[in-house]
């Protein structure tokens, strides 16, 4: 089908009854992170810098591949935010002794005390967003979140979300 065909008929279609739940979801991710990342970044800090110090204090991750899976980025794109965290002194990284394609990072001093510099404004930043909701609410959240997760990891990338699409994107 043509590119002018399929707009056209799109044209014809009208707009939804109702905003898609996955565009709303998109602008309200935005519009989180966007002021997530406002109030570190007026505290001096970044979301990679604040998710690296805690899985580190946390004790969760200590391999810098581990920690570009728990940050959600890739591994070259980590190497550049933890370039600066090890110029500001936060980390230190090291070669596995026993695998040494391995590079360990650790907090430094400097870096446990930024994460005690940062954890009750970004606690407060998450009693804001919470504002208004009781535990059940945020609960019944949370579960809506992942079924949105698992429907969107159940779907192939390339589309069949019409009309008599089945849970493998065919009618």
Same mark, same amino acid.
């Given at each position: 089908?043509?590119?002018? $065909?399929?707009?056209?008929?799109?044209?014809?279609?009208?707009?939804?009854?109702?905003?898609?739940?996955?565009?709303?979801?998109?602008?309200?991710?935005? *519009?989180?992170?966007?002021?997530?990342?406002?109030?570190?970044?007026?505290?001096? *800090?970044? +979301?990679?810098?604040?998710?690296?110090?805690?899985?580190?204090?946390?004790?969760?991750?200590? /391999?810098?591949?581990? +920690?570009?899976?728990?940050?959600?980025?890739?591994?070259?794109?980590? $190497?550049?935010?933890?370039?600066?965290?090890?110029? /500001?002194? =936060?980390?230190?990284?090291?070669?596995?002794? /026993?695998?040494?394609?391995?590079?360990?990072?650790?907090?430094? /001093?400097?870096?446990?005390?930024?994460?005690?510099?940062?954890?009750?404004?970004?606690?407060?930043?998450?009693? @804001? =967003?919470?504002?208004?909701? $009781?535990?059940?609410?945020?609960?019944?959240?949370?579960?809506? +979140?992942?079924?949105?997760?698992?429907?969107?990891?159940?779907?192939?990338?390339?589309?069949?979300?019409?009309?008599?699409?089945?849970? @493998?994107?065919?009618?």
């Amino acid at each position: 089908m043509s590119s002018d $065909s399929t707009r056209n008929r799109l044209q014809a279609m009208g707009p939804p009854a109702r905003e898609p739940i996955g565009l709303e979801l998109a602008r309200t991710a935005k *519009a989180v992170s966007r002021a997530f990342d406002d109030a570190l970044a007026e505290l001096g *800090a970044s +979301l990679p810098t604040w998710l690296v110090l805690v899985s580190l204090v946390a004790g969760r991750h200590g /391999a810098q591949r581990d +920690l570009a899976e728990a940050v959600g980025v890739e591994g070259p794109t980590l $190497s550049h935010h933890l370039n600066r965290m090890e110029a /500001a002194g =936060l980390i230190t990284r090291a070669r596995d002794p /026993a695998n040494r394609r391995v590079h360990q990072v650790e907090l430094t /001093a400097a870096g446990q005390a930024t994460f005690q510099r940062l954890v009750d404004p970004v606690t407060g930043f998450d009693q @804001r =967003l919470r504002r208004g909701f $009781s535990d059940d609410e945020l609960d019944g959240l949370r579960g809506l +979140l992942a079924r949105l997760r698992a429907n969107v990891a159940a779907e192939p990338a390339s589309g069949g979300y019409g009309p008599g699409a089945g849970p @493998r994107g065919r009618g």
